[in-house]
């Protein structure tokens, strides 16, 4: 039997796996619930988005090292390439409400989920005509570095995904907290439907709202590069469906609990499957969130009757 000290080791090195994984589910379940806290509805091609972000990341890294390999070191070239996924993914944010969910603002909450729906499959098929069904490996952009620490074995990668996770909410949160547009998509989130008669242009932030949302899931997609250089058409979908089971696990429209759902999720899965053969992780992991939400049906932040944007 292991000892408690050598079982250390071993709990620091799925601690630091966990943080990894989480934090791809909560950067991706913070744009599920900043589009329900402003428009009251789930945007179901958001797991798509984070597909096309990734694919968008990895075409401007192709571009950069083919440009400026050997003559900008790699985490300038890394930095570049989230900035300018992070634009362009944001555009393709702005897109899909204008031309998907503006329309349906006025429609029953079951056609605007239907047409998210009908987006990610748009979006899957189009990688699927423009690349074809050959899965894709994304480039390295920073060398991966591994370290033991006391037994404990991690990449800088690892660390980097993790620190710039973190640095993201934290902006986020900077965001809507300290700035006029976060103020006024904190008072939408409120009431939607009265804001917009005080000066509050529903047509502006609904947009803003989806824009940051496809930033962050663009930002995601390539930390997710990094760590699983594998990308095809259907890479989003699965972790789309596990990000928004985190964001109604974290209570809707709750920024801070959509964060620590994820984290939560990331650590239940990789716990797991120290424990059960990986084939049951999915199974264990979502019958302990049903466990939970059969004791908090509206998530650990949610209210009753509320859909504010909450911090």
Do not use: C
Request: proline fraction near 4%; charged fraction near 10%; charge should be positive.
């Amino acid at each position: 039997m292991e000892s408690f000290t050598d079982l250390i080791p071993f709990f620091i090195q799925n601690f630091i796996n966990a943080l990894q994984r989480g934090s791809f589910y909560a950067v991706i379940s913070i744009g599920y619930s900043m589009v329900y806290g402003v428009l009251m509805l789930f945007n179901f091609a958001h797991g798509d988005i984070f597909m096309v972000g990734t694919y968008i990341g990895f075409g401007i890294a192709t571009l950069f090292l083919s440009l400026f390999a050997g003559i900008l070191p790699g985490p300038v070239i890394f930095v570049g390439t989230v900035v300018v996924t992070m634009f362009l993914a944001s555009w393709i944010g702005v897109f899909v409400e204008v031309a998907g969910y503006r329309p349906l603002r006025q429609a029953p909450r079951a056609s605007a989920a239907i047409t998210g729906l009908m987006i990610g499959i748009i979006f899957e098929t189009g990688i699927l005509i423009l690349l074809g069904a050959k899965r894709l490996s994304f480039p390295p952009l920073i060398e991966s570095v591994s370290y033991n620490v006391g037994g404990v074995y991690f990449t800088n990668i690892k660390v980097m995904i993790i620190i710039i996770s973190l640095l993201l909410m934290l902006a986020l949160h900077t965001f809507i907290q300290k700035t006029k547009w976060g103020m006024a998509m904190r008072a939408m989130s409120y009431d939607f439907l009265a804001v917009p008669l005080m000066g509050v242009s529903i047509n502006i932030m609904a947009p803003l709202t989806f824009a940051i949302g496809a930033g962050l899931a663009a930002v995601a997609g390539i930390l997710y590069g990094q760590a699983y250089p594998i990308l095809d058409p259907y890479m989003g979908v699965l972790i789309g469906w596990k990000a928004f089971v985190a964001a109604i696990l974290g209570g809707r429209g709750s920024i801070k609990g959509a964060a620590l759902a994820g984290y939560l999720l990331g650590f239940i899965e990789i716990f797991v499957a120290t424990i059960f053969p990986s084939t049951l992780r999915d199974l264990i992991a979502y019958s302990i969130i049903l466990l939970i939400l059969t004791f908090r049906p509206r998530g650990f932040f949610g209210m009753e009757h509320s859909t504010k944007l909450r911090l």
